[in-house]
């Protein structure tokens, strides 16, 4: 049997295994460490931008609460300027010198900039993220969405309203001054007619015809009460209507002729009579809802922003 030898130091096989076997477990718990360390740091960076995620969803929730309340604070102010425009249009109606029944409408009055918001988040702000029983809560949220219906609403029920009045009132006023100018034209013709074929007695119903067509008509345009229609009615047809009333059975053929225009003047005083009162009743009923609007919008918010917010 041969004996080799080898220089160097003298391999021991066994010591190897274990040398080795401890650099692997080395290496592994090496790779452990690092990998519990970036699962570590992974984790918590997530945890931090979810934080992060959550503070901007917070900031973001109150900035748009901020906005919303800030939109119905704008409707309301524009409410109350609404409402005088409306009591002033009422004066207005009243006044018999004034032949404008429109009414302003402000188109700042709308609640475009509210329904641009997403309509869920609005639900949110107002039932998801805030404590309270959802019965009360949806209420609230339904009632100021009403609001905003009504609002729209407002506004274009109005401008048709005015297009309405306008028409008629335009109508009754040309019929009265029609009728008026006629009126006064047939009193010219009456004198003509008298000039040209005069008579020995005192012709009684021209002198009261001409001293009310032409003398006290006169008379209302010098001292700026000719556009008053309520004075040249009073003043003007309603002796005219009673000398006819006073002569039921005349055969005059000039009082057949100033009827047909005397009826029209009735008529169409009557006429703007009643629609100064719808008109004026209108705006005053349209002014008591916009205030109720008002207070059921603030009454809503009042009770949204008492509630505790949820942070979900």
Same mark, same amino acid.
């Given at each position: 049997?041969?004996?080799?030898?080898?220089?160097?130091?003298?391999?021991?096989?066994?010591?190897?295994?274990?040398?080795?076997?401890?650099?692997?477990?080395?290496?592994?718990?090496?790779?452990?460490?690092? +990998?519990?360390?970036?699962? #570590?740091?992974?984790?918590? +960076?997530?945890?931090?931008?979810?934080?992060?995620?959550?503070?901007?969803?917070?900031?973001?929730?109150?900035?748009?609460?901020?906005?919303?309340?800030?939109?119905?604070?704008?409707?309301?102010?524009?409410?109350?300027?609404?409402?005088?425009?409306?009591?002033?249009?009422?004066?207005?109606?009243?006044?018999?010198?004034?032949?404008?029944?429109?009414?302003?409408?402000?188109?700042?009055?709308?609640?475009?900039?509210?329904?641009?918001? &997403?309509?869920?988040?609005?639900?949110?702000?107002?039932?998801?993220?805030? @404590?309270?029983?959802?019965?009360?809560?949806?209420?609230?949220?339904?009632?100021?969405?009403?609001?905003?219906?009504?609002?729209?609403?407002?506004?274009?029920?109005?401008?048709?309203?005015?297009? @309405?009045?306008?028409?008629?009132?335009?109508?009754?006023?040309? !019929? #009265?001054?029609?009728?008026? &100018?006629?009126?006064?034209?047939?009193?010219?013709?009456?004198?003509?007619?008298?000039?040209?074929?005069?008579?020995? @007695?005192?012709?009684?119903?021209?002198?009261?015809?001409?001293?009310?067509?032409?003398?006290?008509?006169?008379?209302?345009?010098?001292?700026?009460?000719?556009? &008053?229609?309520?004075?040249?009615?009073?003043?003007?047809?309603?002796?005219?209507?009673?000398?006819?009333?006073?002569?039921? &059975?005349?055969?005059?053929?000039?009082?057949?002729?100033?009827?047909?225009?005397?009826?029209?003047?009735?008529?169409?005083?009557?006429?703007?009579?009643?629609?100064?009162?719808?008109?004026?009743?209108?705006?005053?009923?349209?002014?008591?809802?916009?205030?109720?609007?008002?207070?059921? !919008?603030?009454?809503?918010?009042?009770?949204?922003?008492?509630?505790?917010?949820?942070?979900?």
């Amino acid at each position: 049997m041969d004996i080799i030898f080898q220089s160097g130091d003298f391999y021991n096989a066994t010591s190897s295994i274990w040398s080795n076997l401890i650099i692997i477990i080395s290496a592994l718990l090496g790779a452990l460490i690092s +990998g519990f360390i970036a699962i #570590w740091i992974f984790m918590k +960076g997530l945890r931090i931008e979810k934080e992060k995620k959550k503070d901007e969803y917070i900031s973001e929730r109150i900035d748009l609460e901020e906005y919303f309340f800030n939109n119905i604070d704008s409707i309301s102010s524009f409410i109350d300027r609404q409402v005088d425009e409306i009591s002033k249009c009422s004066k207005r109606v009243e006044d018999w010198n004034n032949k404008d029944f429109t009414l302003s409408v402000f188109p700042e009055l709308t609640a475009k900039d509210a329904w641009a918001i &997403n309509q869920e988040r609005i639900f949110k702000i107002f039932v998801t993220n805030r @404590e309270g029983t959802p019965k009360e809560k949806s209420s609230d949220f339904v009632n100021v969405r009403n609001c905003f219906y009504y609002i729209d609403d407002f506004k274009t029920s109005q401008n048709e309203l005015n297009k @309405e009045v306008s028409q008629r009132l335009y109508e009754n006023i040309k !019929l #009265w001054n029609d009728s008026l &100018n006629k009126l006064t034209k047939l009193s010219n013709e009456f004198v003509c007619a008298y000039n040209s074929k005069p008579i020995e @007695e005192n012709d009684q119903f021209l002198k009261f015809y001409t001293d009310l067509m032409v003398n006290k008509q006169s008379q209302l345009i010098k001292e700026n009460k000719s556009q &008053n229609m309520s004075i040249v009615f009073n003043e003007l047809i309603e002796p005219l209507k009673q000398y006819m009333k006073d002569n039921p &059975n005349s055969m005059d053929k000039r009082i057949l002729a100033i009827n047909e225009p005397l009826l029209n003047l009735q008529n169409a005083y009557i006429q703007i009579i009643s629609l100064r009162y719808e008109r004026r009743k209108k705006a005053l009923e349209s002014g008591r809802r916009l205030l109720a609007v008002k207070r059921i !919008l603030q009454d809503c918010i009042s009770s949204t922003k008492e509630r505790k917010k949820i942070y979900l």
